[in-house]
């Protein structure tokens, strides 16, 4: 196993990543680091969250910054508010010393005018949801012409929430000749498009098994008559007196039907949905963390 410093990464990266205690690289890191600390290196990883992918894309696109540039350089796009919170976090922790790094976190359901100010004052690298990328875009208040690295997290999530168009027309906007790597947890047609349509001669790294959960997720299937669905839901919950978990479902109908009724019936519980505030799912998200529902 080679060391972080074998792999390419700089002094001052290094000692941020080990003040947080990454004493070794992670598979995934092992592979894409190097390759992609080179240049013209595309990649489709297949990597689930929890590999430490993060790292992976986020250490070579921390080095590759020349901070003296205050342009946007690199772009990072996620699904949702909470990977792109997290992902600005985990880039903001690793650059820690790397002097004048700026690292702008952009997302739908909160004050656009904020995030023109800090693209004004000059921000190194963007990691945006792809809806708010695009409002910026059309304002003409983010510049994409000098981004040399581009990475698409959670590539399947984000065209199963319908974000392919948006994807489209972000990339037109960025020049050819950059590095692009798609991570994504299963390989679909639909990703595999994507890819030959914007990366060139991509690299292919698989990190476990193709198109597999978790191994530490049992999937269990009960097959009941729709109007049955609520009472084994219940039986399901009292079964597991400690459960703590999330129900999905179809709708936001649906959603808050479901988690009436289970207040109705004395569960606690919470119901997240598009149609509350972000205020409101935020206060629900801090309710759900500290496991009060
Ligand atoms: P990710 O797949 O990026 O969500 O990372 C999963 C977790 O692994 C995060 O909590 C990271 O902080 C952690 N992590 C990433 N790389 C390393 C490493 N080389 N050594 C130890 N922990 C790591």
């Given amino acids: 196993m080679k060391t972080f410093e074998e792999l390419g990464v700089s002094p001052e990266i290094l000692k941020a990543i080990e003040e947080?205690?990454?004493?070794?690289?992670?598979?995934?890191?092992?592979?894409?680091?190097?390759?992609?600390?080179?240049?013209?290196?595309?990649?489709?990883?297949?990597?689930?969250?929890?590999?430490?992918?993060?790292?992976?894309?986020?250490?070579?696109?921390?080095?590759?910054?020349?901070?003296?540039n205050r342009t946007p350089q690199s772009l990072i796009l996620c699904p949702?508010?909470?990977?792109?919170?997290?992902?600005?976090?985990?880039?903001?922790?690793?650059?820690?010393?790397?002097?004048?790094?700026?690292?702008?976190?952009?997302?739908?359901?909160?004050?656009?005018?904020?995030?023109?100010?800090?693209?004004?004052?000059?921000?190194?690298?963007?990691?945006?949801?792809?809806?708010?990328?695009?409002?910026?875009?059309?304002?003409?208040?983010?510049?994409?012409?000098?981004?040399?690295?581009?990475?698409?997290d959670e590539a399947d999530e984000m065209l199963n929430m319908g974000f392919t168009e948006s994807i489209n027309a972000i990339l037109a906007e960025i020049p050819q000749d950059r590095n692009t790597l798609l991570f994504s947890a299963t390989m679909s047609p639909e990703i595999s498009r994507i890819s030959k349509n914007y990366l060139k001669n991509a690299k292919e790294i698989t990190i476990g098994t193709r198109n597999e959960g978790n191994n530490n997720v049992k999937h269990i299937c009960y097959m009941v008559h729709a109007k049955d669905k609520y009472a084994a839901l219940k039986r399901i919950a009292d079964y597991y007196p400690q459960?703590?978990?999330?129900?999905?479902?179809?709708?936001?109908?649906?959603?808050?039907?479901?988690?009436?009724?289970?207040?109705?019936?004395?569960?606690?519980?919470?119901?997240?949905?598009?149609?509350?505030?972000?205020?409101?799912?935020?206060?629900?998200?801090?309710?759900?963390?500290?496991?009060?529902?």
Avoid: W
Avoid at 84 to 96: E, N
């Fill in 80 to 152: 949702t508010r909470e990977l792109c919170l997290q992902i600005a976090g985990d880039l903001h922790d690793y650059s820690k010393y790397v002097d004048g790094l700026k690292v702008l976190p952009v997302y739908g359901g909160s004050s656009i005018e904020s995030q023109m100010r800090s693209l004004k004052n000059g921000v190194h690298i963007i990691v945006a949801t792809p809806g708010r990328l695009l409002d910026l875009m059309e304002r003409k208040t983010v510049k994409l012409d000098a981004i040399s690295n581009v990475v698409m």
């Fill in 243 to 293: 459960i703590y978990g999330i129900i999905f479902c179809r709708t936001c109908k649906e959603t808050q039907e479901i988690a009436d009724k289970l207040i109705q019936d004395g569960y606690n519980t919470d119901s997240l949905h598009g149609e509350l505030s972000q205020q409101q799912r935020d206060a629900v998200m801090q309710k759900f963390h500290i496991g009060h529902i």
């Fill in 20 to 68: 947080m205690g990454y004493a070794n690289p992670m598979p995934v890191q092992e592979e894409v680091i190097p390759y992609l600390l080179g240049e013209g290196n595309d990649v489709v990883a297949l990597a689930q969250t929890g590999t430490g992918k993060t790292a992976a894309f986020g250490l070579p696109v921390i080095q590759k910054i020349n901070v003296k």
